[in-house]
């Protein structure tokens, strides 16, 4: 299967309706963070069983998919990455870890990110030494930047928490709204698992953390204690 013949199934599947509602929701106006991404208004339900179908396709035809300008073919090509990665061996893996770095320009709003992340650079890295973490989490790229965050949702769930707690801290006084809502989700996933560990960090930080990322963090929190940390009085 070629790209070009999995875009014209795309093509076929588009819906101009759901389009203009995904060009809102993910911020494409000019200024906005999506700016100039352009949708074909197909679901992620329906990406993902186009994908399973697509297994088979070559890499090199992948990569082409995920260097289109169409957000759900980029979207797709994710998936298909993914589906790859999970089968490889140990050489493989590196190779589509390095290519998914040489290719974060296209991994461009945080769906792409949310869904790629933990299972790509995380999966890989967590077995691996990890500095390419803090080289995104220093990227004048917010999307590079949310890709350091959210990988660490594969360590998170096997219980660890250090490199979530150190970009954490490194991207406290990021300007992105995107960037607080990442790492506060992941210290909320750290607080589901090990409360203690997540209230060590808190105590250390919640003063100087940007006002989304503490509400992100401690949204499971018995009410009784969030309302102590949004008060700044634990």
Same mark, same amino acid.
């Given at each position: 299967?070629?790209?070009?013949?999995?875009?014209?199934?795309?093509?076929?599947?588009?819906?101009?309706?759901?389009?203009?509602?995904?060009?809102?929701?993910?911020?494409?106006?000019?200024?906005?963070?999506?700016?100039?991404?352009?949708?074909?208004?197909?679901?992620?339900?329906?990406?993902?069983?186009?994908?399973?179908?697509?297994?088979?396709? &070559? $890499?090199?035809?992948?990569? @082409?998919?995920? @260097?289109?300008?169409?957000?759900? /073919?980029?979207?797709?090509?994710?998936? $298909?990455?993914?589906?790859?990665?999970?089968?490889?061996?140990?050489?493989?893996?590196?190779?589509?870890?390095?290519?998914?770095?040489?290719?974060?320009?296209?991994?461009?709003?945080?769906?792409?990110?949310?869904?790629?992340? &933990?299972?790509?650079?995380?999966?890989?890295?967590?077995?691996?030494?990890?500095?390419?973490?803090?080289?995104?989490? @220093?990227? +004048?790229?917010?999307?590079?930047?949310?890709?350091?965050?959210?990988?660490?949702?594969?360590?998170?769930?096997?219980?660890?928490?250090?490199?979530?707690?150190?970009?954490?801290?490194?991207?406290?006084?990021?300007?992105?709204?995107?960037? +607080?809502? #990442?790492?506060?989700?992941?210290?909320?996933?750290?607080?589901?698992? /090990?409360?203690?560990?997540?209230?060590?960090?808190?105590?250390?930080?919640?003063?100087?953390?940007?006002?989304?990322?503490?509400?992100? #963090?401690?949204?499971?929190?018995?009410?009784?204690?969030?309302?102590?940390?949004?008060? @700044?009085?634990?």
């Amino acid at each position: 299967m070629t790209a070009l013949l999995i875009q014209s199934r795309l093509e076929e599947l588009s819906d101009p309706a759901e389009a203009l509602f995904a060009q809102r929701f993910f911020k494409t106006a000019p200024g906005e963070y999506g700016e100039g991404d352009i949708f074909r208004g197909i679901r992620v339900p329906v990406l993902r069983k186009l994908s399973k179908a697509f297994q088979e396709t &070559p $890499l090199t035809e992948v990569l @082409g998919l995920l @260097g289109s300008c169409f957000h759900e /073919d980029r979207l797709l090509a994710l998936l $298909l990455l993914l589906h790859r990665y999970a089968l490889a061996d140990a050489g493989e893996r590196e190779r589509l870890f390095e290519l998914y770095l040489a290719n974060t320009r296209f991994i461009n709003n945080w769906d792409l990110v949310d869904i790629s992340a &933990p299972h790509i650079p995380g999966r890989f890295l967590y077995e691996h030494e990890r500095t390419p973490l803090y080289r995104l989490a @220093g990227s +004048h790229s917010l999307w590079e930047r949310r890709i350091a965050v959210i990988a660490t949702f594969y360590f998170i769930r096997r219980g660890d928490f250090g490199e979530t707690f150190a970009l954490s801290e490194l991207l406290l006084d990021d300007r992105e709204d995107l960037i +607080h809502k #990442a790492a506060g989700w992941m210290l909320r996933e750290v607080g589901k698992r /090990d409360m203690e560990a997540a209230e060590g960090f808190l105590a250390e930080h919640y003063r100087r953390m940007p006002r989304t990322m503490l509400r992100y #963090a401690i949204e499971r929190f018995p009410e009784e204690l969030r309302q102590r940390y949004l008060r @700044g009085g634990v």
